[in-house]
């Protein structure tokens, strides 16, 4: 299959998801992942209608944005150490992946370097999995509410990654909790913060995602195939 057909399965997949959940699939933006994809596969992707592009290593993107280009915007979707912060203020159009105050802070000083407001989404740990990344459910209030008196990074919304299940029906509450945890922090309307992207959803279980309110399904394999 090439990339612009499995683009295809994958638009039809949100379209019907969308329509399950009683949503506008027009609210689903994919991001496709660009991890250990070739420039020349993502410039394909790209040319295919992908008008937004996640990378999970600040170097690796730094590489690519530049042989790829930006005619599609580019999102950090990976953990991010703070000593990366200033490449990546440099590089993304937003990070999804901000999940302590120590990284907000450095990216904030690294954004008002480059004289920019940086769309940011706090990652959300909700299994608890020590392995994983993310600020803990009870914990992303504050981190919120901390975040939002930056002025120089903008809070777009939340962004979580199960574990894996085969099932991926199984995702179905963690993405529900996402959703719930959004809606509180929408109605603590904190100026300047707009809570209005829920970063789920991948290859295996992006329809579950869509179901449950997922604007931004981070989806890899299912558009570039199995990663080498
Ligand atoms: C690799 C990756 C994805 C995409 O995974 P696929 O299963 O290939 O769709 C999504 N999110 C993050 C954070 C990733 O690192």
Redesign the pocket.
């Known amino acids: 299959m090439s990339i612009a057909d499995n683009l295809k399965t994958v638009r039809t997949r949100i379209k019907a998801a969308a329509r399950k959940g009683g949503r506008d699939a027009g609210d689903v933006t994919i991001?496709a992942?660009t991890?250990t994809v070739a420039p020349e596969r993502i410039r394909e992707a790209v040319a295919s209608g992908v008008t937004c592009l996640?990378e999970?290593r600040v170097q690796e993107a730094h590489d690519k944005i530049a042989a790829v280009g930006r005619d599609a915007q580019w999102d950090l979707?990976?953990h991010l150490q703070t000593n990366k912060a200033s490449l990546a203020a440099t590089l993304f159009d937003r990070v999804?992946?901000v999940d302590s105050e120590r990284v907000a802070w450095a990216l904030d000083r690294a954004a008002r370097k480059e004289g920019r407001r940086l769309p940011v989404l706090l990652q959300v740990n909700l299994s608890g999995e020590e392995s994983k990344f993310g600020v803990e459910a009870g914990a992303t209030l504050d981190l919120l509410r901390s975040v939002a008196n930056l002025e120089h990074l903008a809070v777009e919304g939340l962004m979580t990654?199960p574990p894996y299940f085969e099932d991926p029906e199984k995702t179905r509450s963690f993405y529900r909790r996402l959703r719930e945890l959004r809606d509180e922090a929408a109605a603590l309307a904190l100026p300047g913060v707009a809570m209005t992207h829920l970063s789920m959803g991948?290859?295996?279980d992006?329809p579950v995602a869509v179901e449950e309110g997922a604007t931004l399904v981070?989806?890899?394999?299912?558009?570039?195939g199995q990663?080498a």
């Not at 981070?218 to 570039?224: D, E, L, N, Q």
Request: aromatic share 10%; hydrophobic share 40%.
């Open positions: 991001v992942v991890k996640g999970n979707i990976g999804h992946s990654i991948m290859s295996h992006y981070r989806i890899g394999t299912a558009i570039f990663r």
